[in-house]
């Protein structure tokens, strides 16, 4: 949904909100961190965050959603490091976060998304290179990867500028 003329921030309450299944929140205006508490949505399937100004780090309690298929938080200002345990999602297909300002490296974790098949993670200021696990899931179509992250999968990799 498109907002126009809308802001605010995601209260914490939203984990009181159990049977919801998508939350769709793209280009609302949104600022402030992304509550903990949506770890609470156990149902969710679909996290889409995409183009707001939120904040903060990613928590790691989105895992808790281990129904989650696609986990989007494209172009917003988040910090800090891709959390380790989103590798243990096992029906997530999806993980776009590029566009925000993440540091560190891609977790070899994330080679245990078994069903993952794309991975968007342009635009940050990760470094390093795509774990041999994450280029080996079964499930993988691409990665979109900046400059400055290697990668040993050619074939999977698609760099793009930010």
Avoid: W
């Avoid at 909100?17 to 793209?26: H, S």
């Avoid at 200021?125 to 080996?136: F, H, I």
């Amino acid at each position: 949904q498109q907002g126009d003329g809308i802001s605010g921030s995601i209260a914490p309450t939203i984990g009181n909100a159990k049977e919801l299944q998508a939350v769709e929140l793209q280009q609302l205006n949104l600022d402030g961190p992304i509550p903990s508490q949506i770890g609470m949505l156990q149902r969710l399937r679909l996290l889409s965050l995409d183009y707001n100004a939120l904040e903060g780090k990613i928590p790691s309690d989105v895992a808790n959603c281990l129904n989650l298929v696609q986990l989007q938080m494209h172009s917003n200002f988040l910090t800090g490091t891709l959390p380790t345990e989103i590798g243990n999602m096992p029906d997530l297909k999806v993980l776009s976060v590029s566009a925000n300002e993440l540091t560190g490296t891609i977790p070899e974790e994330y080679g245990s998304a078994s069903n993952l098949e794309k991975l968007a993670i342009f635009a940050n200021e990760l470094q390093g290179s795509v774990p041999a696990a994450v280029c080996a899931l079964p499930a993988l179509l691409i990665i979109q990867i900046g400059e400055d992250v290697q990668c040993q999968c050619a074939e999977k990799c698609e760099y793009v500028a930010g």
